[in-house]
């Protein structure tokens, strides 16, 4: 059965820090992996896919990379912003019909 | 930009009531899903549509969970009756194929439920 761990749960940095969320996953068999944002009590917005034959994927100053034959995904967030706050998630494809199993996020706070 | 369209937002009810949430997937999406996400958790799947034909059920609660996608389009997902563990937010989300390493899903805004 298909887990996904994410570390840190929490995270708290100054403003303009670069920083690195980290991803873990059991099966190297997957279709993808998506990393998602979430604001309090609201629906989760796609940042960036990966599918399982790239190493990495650029969206502004978001940089996300595979390694799936070690079941690892990082998301690197360059000079982060009060903006930046928010739960992030990532997941994997997982079963026999492409759902997403998810982790249980990490919550950063960016200080001003 | 297309978007995945939820209603309610917010449903208040009380335990033995039944409830529904409905879904509008983004135009031309073959595939539905529906998640639940209880607080401080990540979202886990409860069914999954491909057109009008259910694909993945085998985590729905069905002796009070019902869902539907009569027409392949827009869905409807059935709570009845509504248990105080079902206090969740509802995510619903749509991709045009599931069978592609381009799977993306687009998530819809979500229903909070609250069963008091």
């Known amino acids: 059965k298909q887990e996904v761990t994410q570390i840190p749960a929490a995270l708290s940095v100054p403003e303009g820090e670069n920083l690195v969320l980290n991803c873990s996953f059991t099966?190297?068999?997957?279709?993808?992996l998506q990393w998602f944002r979430q604001d309090p009590g609201k629906g989760l917005t796609s940042l960036l896919l990966?599918?399982?034959?790239?190493r990495e994927q650029t969206s502004g100053r978001l940089n996300a990379s595979l390694d799936k034959s070690s079941g690892r995904s990082t998301l690197y967030i360059a000079a982060s912003q009060p903006g930046d706050s928010a739960t992030y998630l990532c997941?994997?494809?997982?079963?026999?019909?492409?759902?997403?199993?998810f982790g249980k996020g990490t919550k950063l706070s960016v200080k001003p | 930009e297309a978007e995945v369209a939820q209603s309610p937002r917010y449903k208040i009810t009380e335990k033995s009531q039944a409830v529904a949430f409905w879904c509008d997937p983004i135009?031309?999406?073959?595939?539905l899903y529906w998640y639940r996400q209880i607080l401080g958790q990540g979202p886990e799947l409860l069914v999954q549509?491909?057109?009008?034909?259910?694909?993945?059920d085998s985590q729905l609660p069905k002796d009070r969970f019902s869902a539907e996608r009569l027409k392949g389009v827009d869905s409807t997902l059935k709570i009845q009756p509504a248990e105080l563990g079902d206090s969740a937010m509802y995510l619903c989300?749509?991709?045009?194929?599931?069978?592609?390493?381009?799977?993306?899903?687009?998530f819809g805004p979500g229903t909070r439920l609250t069963v008091l």
């Open positions: 099966d190297s068999a997957i279709y993808n």
């Open positions: 549509f491909q057109d009008e034909s259910v694909v993945d």
């Open positions: 997941a994997v494809t997982g079963g026999s019909q492409g759902n997403l199993i």
């Open positions: 135009s031309g999406h073959a595939t």
């Open positions: 990966i599918q399982s034959s790239q």
């Open positions: 989300a749509s991709s045009s194929r599931w069978d592609s390493s381009y799977n993306e899903q687009f």
